[in-house]
């Protein structure tokens, strides 16, 4: 069984070497039908010269009956012998030739009329029978090898037209059957060396779009196999780090969350704080209920810091992605609460989340997600706005609930959009300064970022960082197969829109 090569190297190889064998062979071919053309074209000259040398003989054999002059006989005789010379000197070379027999023949119908020359020669003058009947015989004989020898040359002409015109329609059988095969070869090549080429290249462009997946090309071929590995290897390297670089980011947002949480638990401490002292220096003197009252206040106030913590604790380890069923409206609650001490005074957070909305996700993540995204849209209101976060249920199948719908938005959409099947659909829109139209595309990139780019008084909103926030959003809602959207207008807002599945998937 032919192995066929595994490396592009080899297959380019194996085509040069296909290539020049068949030229090799169209080269050999060419030879040998212009050798054998050669000798058909010889053979011609030679039949050509034996026919007039054959109208010599007719020639001199007429004037010898009608002058009876000794010259024109031995004319005649001469040209008898220069045709047998002919036969003599190629009669060998073209032996194989399907003209070789007939050439002998010839030669005999020579030998025959030599010697009735030579008898007509010394017949005497007197013996008039004799010399009519040699003359009438000489002439049938003269006019056979005439015959003969014009037949020979006329076939022989035919024989070198069709010869020419096999050998035209050999050659344009050849170039057709060469560039069929060469459009083969083209295609198989195409298939087995360019179209490996070309997807590598298609994934290179997604890689330098930005997505990190794992290259994989269908190929077999030894190159292809060690640059895909190798880019592989770049990208587990490359996500590695992202990873680490979300997890900075994550870091970083901790200082939000913890100046929110401060603010939060001032709250709980100083009602406990109040209740202590209370307790402490009237204990005596207040009555039992009273005293209760303190005690669970002291207690419930305690479970709301315990509470606090414990969210701000779960936020900042680093665990498994592993979705559970939650309740959107207190997720989001959670996350405004992380960032109430960051809240500037002019803005004003308006929740609009059905309490029977749930999403199957990691409350971890998807709590990253809400807190990069609402933290950019307070941070892109000047002075003063407003922050809505909204959700809806979104039907495929019968009437959907009115609400936000990706469909009915032509900003940019990233990720794959659950298709025929409901989904949970939440909006976060702010009256902020909006994005500029050429920036929009690029926001979702890693790394992008415009921060202190932007010195004027007229301030845009470009989303300030460090060019990972957004792109973290974008990642986290496509381990949830969902897809995030987003839409704006300078000087009127922005709005991020977010799709995810109904139900466990």
């Given at each position: 069984?032919?192995?066929?090569?595994?490396?592009?190297?080899?297959?380019?190889?194996?085509?040069?070497?296909?290539?020049?064998?068949?030229?090799?062979?169209?080269?050999?071919?060419?030879?040998?039908?212009?050798?054998?053309?050669?000798?058909?074209?010889?053979?011609?000259?030679?039949?050509?010269?034996?026919?007039?040398?054959?109208?010599?003989?007719?020639?001199?054999?007429?004037?010898?009956?009608?002058?009876?002059?000794?010259?024109?006989?031995?004319?005649?005789?001469?040209?008898?012998?220069?045709?047998?010379?002919?036969?003599?000197?190629?009669?060998?070379?073209?032996?194989?030739?399907?003209?070789?027999?007939?050439?002998?023949?010839?030669?005999?119908?020579?030998?025959?009329?030599?010697?009735?020359?030579?008898?007509?020669?010394?017949?005497?003058?007197?013996?008039?029978?004799?010399?009519?009947?040699?003359?009438?015989?000489?002439?049938?004989?003269?006019?056979?090898?005439?015959?003969?020898?014009?037949?020979?040359?006329?076939?022989?002409?035919?024989?070198?037209?069709?010869?020419?015109?096999?050998?035209?329609?050999?050659?344009?059988?050849?170039?057709?059957?060469?560039?069929?095969?060469?459009?083969?070869?083209?295609?198989?090549?195409?298939?087995?060396?360019?179209?490996?080429?070309?997807?590598?290249?298609?994934?290179?462009?997604?890689?330098?779009?930005?997505?990190?997946?794992?290259?994989?090309?269908?190929?077999?071929?030894?190159?292809?196999?060690?640059?895909?590995?190798?880019?592989?290897?770049?990208?587990?390297?490359?996500?590695?780090?992202?990873?680490?670089?979300?997890?900075?980011?994550?870091?970083?947002?901790?200082?939000?969350?913890?100046?929110?949480v401060a603010h939060e638990l001032n709250n709980p401490l100083s009602n406990i704080s109040s209740s202590c002292q209370i307790l402490t220096e009237e204990l005596e003197d207040i009555d039992?209920?009273?005293?209760?009252?303190?005690?669970?206040?002291?207690?419930?106030?305690?479970?709301?810091?315990?509470?606090?913590?414990?969210?701000?604790?779960?936020?900042?380890?680093?665990?498994?992605?592993?979705?559970?069923?939650?309740?959107?409206?207190?997720?989001?609650?959670?996350?405004?609460?992380?960032?109430?001490?960051?809240?500037?005074?002019?803005?004003?957070?308006?929740?609009?989340?059905?309490?029977?909305?749930?999403?199957?996700?990691?409350?971890?993540?998807?709590?990253?997600?809400?807190?990069?995204?609402?933290?950019?849209?307070?941070?892109?209101?000047?002075?003063?706005?407003?922050?809505?976060?909204?959700?809806?249920?979104?039907?495929?199948?019968?009437?959907?609930?009115?609400?936000?719908?990706?469909?009915?938005?032509?900003?940019?959409?990233?990720?794959?959009?659950?298709?025929?099947?409901?989904?949970?659909?939440?909006?976060?829109?702010?009256?902020?300064?909006?994005?500029?139209?050429?920036?929009?595309?690029?926001?979702?990139?890693?790394?992008?970022?415009?921060?202190?780019?932007?010195?004027?008084?007229?301030?845009?909103?470009?989303?300030?960082?460090?060019?990972?926030?957004?792109?973290?959003?974008?990642?986290?809602?496509?381990?949830?197969?969902?897809?995030?959207?987003?839409?704006?207008?300078?000087?009127?807002?922005?709005?991020?829109?977010?799709?995810?599945?109904?139900?466990?998937?």
């Amino acid at each position: 069984m032919f192995k066929f090569p595994s490396s592009i190297r080899q297959k380019i190889v194996l085509g040069y070497y296909a290539g020049v064998t068949v030229i090799i062979l169209i080269s050999l071919f060419t030879l040998t039908e212009l050798w054998y053309m050669e000798k058909q074209v010889q053979f011609g000259g030679v039949i050509s010269e034996f026919f007039d040398t054959t109208l010599e003989i007719r020639r001199f054999e007429k004037n010898s009956f009608l002058y009876n002059q000794k010259q024109d006989f031995q004319e005649t005789i001469n040209y008898v012998k220069k045709a047998q010379t002919i036969i003599d000197q190629n009669v060998s070379k073209y032996r194989r030739l399907a003209a070789a027999p007939q050439l002998e023949s010839i030669k005999e119908d020579l030998r025959k009329y030599s010697l009735l020359m030579n008898q007509f020669a010394v017949t005497k003058t007197q013996d008039l029978d004799r010399r009519s009947a040699l003359e009438k015989e000489i002439r049938e004989q003269g006019k056979k090898i005439v015959t003969i020898a014009e037949d020979l040359s006329t076939a022989e002409r035919k024989r070198l037209q069709t010869l020419l015109i096999r050998t035209q329609q050999i050659l344009v059988s050849l170039i057709v059957f060469f560039s069929l095969a060469g459009i083969a070869i083209g295609q198989v090549l195409s298939r087995i060396v360019v179209k490996p080429l070309h997807a590598l290249e298609e994934q290179m462009r997604l890689i330098a779009e930005g997505s990190l997946k794992t290259v994989s090309i269908n190929s077999r071929d030894r190159e292809i196999l060690s640059l895909t590995n190798v880019f592989n290897k770049m990208l587990e390297e490359l996500e590695l780090r992202s990873k680490h670089l979300v997890q900075r980011e994550k870091l970083a947002s901790m200082g939000t969350l913890v100046s929110g949480v401060a603010h939060e638990l001032n709250n709980p401490l100083s009602n406990i704080s109040s209740s202590c002292q209370i307790l402490t220096e009237e204990l005596e003197d207040i009555d039992v209920e009273y005293k209760k009252e303190l005690l669970s206040q002291i207690s419930t106030q305690t479970d709301r810091a315990r509470d606090i913590v414990r969210s701000l604790l779960d936020f900042s380890r680093q665990r498994e992605f592993k979705k559970e069923l939650c309740q959107l409206n207190k997720l989001v609650e959670e996350t405004i609460l992380f960032l109430k001490g960051s809240i500037p005074a002019g803005v004003e957070t308006i929740l609009e989340i059905p309490s029977d909305i749930m999403i199957f996700a990691d409350k971890q993540r998807m709590q990253q997600a809400f807190l990069n995204l609402i933290k950019n849209a307070m941070e892109s209101i000047e002075k003063e706005g407003k922050v809505f976060i909204r959700a809806r249920k979104h039907f495929e199948k019968g009437k959907a609930e009115h609400g936000c719908d990706l469909s009915k938005y032509s900003g940019t959409c990233t990720g794959e959009c659950p298709v025929g099947k409901d989904s949970i659909d939440i909006e976060i829109q702010d009256t902020g300064v909006g994005i500029p139209p050429q920036i929009l595309p690029k926001i979702f990139d890693p790394f992008f970022t415009t921060k202190d780019s932007e010195k004027d008084s007229a301030r845009i909103d470009i989303r300030k960082g460090s060019g990972l926030g957004l792109y973290v959003v974008e990642e986290i809602i496509e381990e949830h197969s969902g897809c995030i959207g987003v839409y704006s207008e300078v000087g009127k807002g922005t709005s991020f829109l977010i799709r995810l599945p109904m139900g466990k998937t």
